[in-house]
């Protein structure tokens, strides 16, 4: 498989050189599997600045009235339809889940990590993500046994404010559909080959492969569609239902990797979404991409321009490429 880039030189007069003649650069990559774009480009200042916000701050004041906090989280949370889990909550080690109160889904959850937990930085999530996965798993099982229609399963999470999070308080979301999401459509139409001609290049070309944890192989994205964005997949399952209990202790073992090198990038902030296709869909390997977002700052700017979000292409700046990533990653991964 050939990974498609294009390298494109442009010219303007430059401020700091009297006005001389100088040349800019982009790179624009494809991504092999959806075809989305994504640029890296040369900037004057590095767009995705590490973390220096009070957070812990930040969560002394939000910590008053947090809905997920033990003092009212089993008041003022909902629960789940008696013939979905009669029990109205799903409790898994530290883990607590019941119904999201804006349903993004027809089957919409939520699960806090702990609710003791109102401040989680990144490089402190541990083991407690493996009864968050499972208690989001049991929810999605529960919803297909009662709702058979809805077979488009995803497990995702918005951490902390710029990620979308209307909460402080880490937790994350998951969903049962009966229609894909435009990603999980565009993932599930992908040639089972395709996903494996990915990886054996990834594999064999070694700037971007991070290795593997058992059975499940973690990627640099070539083409990510925003800052350090790093892939996992699962051959075997297509779906989060299938997910077996020693599979999720191994994603969420890789998951806790990948947040620590976010912490050690100086990253707070970000979005995971683990795209599963229906149960027992032939070759489709369940696949997880995370990236970060830009963190918290006074003024603050936002990394969604009009070109991630209109034109689905992310741009990133040279401090965060792609291999700068993987190279940070060392071998964590590897087992
Ligand atoms: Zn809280």
Redesign the pocket.
Same mark, same amino acid.
């Given at each position: 498989m050939e990974l498609r880039s294009q390298v494109l030189e442009g010219k303007l007069l430059h401020p700091d050189t009297g006005f001389a003649s100088a040349r800019t650069r982009l790179e624009q990559r494809w991504d092999p599997l959806t075809g989305h774009a994504s640029r890296l480009i040369s900037s004057p200042d590095e767009l995705f600045p590490p973390n220096t916000y009070d957070l812990a701050r930040l969560a002394e004041e939000?910590?008053t009235g947090?809905?997920?906090?033990p003092d009212?989280?089993e008041m003022v949370t909902p629960q789940l339809a008696p013939h979905v889990w009669p029990q109205g909550r799903i409790r898994r080690g530290r883990a607590l889940l019941f119904p999201n109160l804006r349903a993004y889904a027809k089957h919409p959850s939520v699960a806090?990590y702990d609710?003791e937990? /109102?401040?989680l930085p990144l490089a402190r999530l541990d083991a407690a993500l493996v009864g968050d996965l499972a208690a989001q798993v049991d929810f999605a099982r529960a919803a297909l046994e009662a709702d058979s229609a809805s077979t488009w399963v995803s497990i995702n999470a918005n951490h902390m404010l710029p990620s979308g999070s209307s909460?402080? /308080?880490p937790h994350t979301q998951g969903a049962a559909h009966p229609q894909p999401t435009t990603m999980q459509a565009l993932l599930a139409a992908v040639p089972p080959e395709r996903f494996d001609d990915y990886l054996a290049t990834e594999r064999r070309l070694g700037q971007r492969h991070l290795g593997g944890t058992g059975t499940i192989e973690w990627l640099a994205s070539f083409a990510p569609l925003g800052p350090a964005e790093l892939r996992a997949f699962l051959p075997g399952v297509a779906s989060p239902v299938e997910l077996g209990g020693d599979r999720l202790a191994e994603l969420a073992h890789g998951i806790v990797v990948a947040l620590g090198l976010y912490a050690e990038l100086g990253f707070e902030s970000f979005n995971l979404a683990l795209y599963g296709a229906p149960p027992g869909t032939a070759g489709y390997p369940l696949n997880l991409r995370m990236l970060v977002r830009s963190n918290l700052d006074m003024p603050y700017r936002s990394d969604a321009t009009f070109l991630e979000r209109l034109h689905w292409e992310a741009a990133l700046d040279l401090t965060i490429t792609p291999e700068a990533v993987a190279e940070r990653a060392g071998d964590r991964f590897r087992r």
């Open positions: 939000t910590r947090c809905p997920f906090c009212l989280v806090v609710p937990l /109102h401040y909460l402080f /308080h």
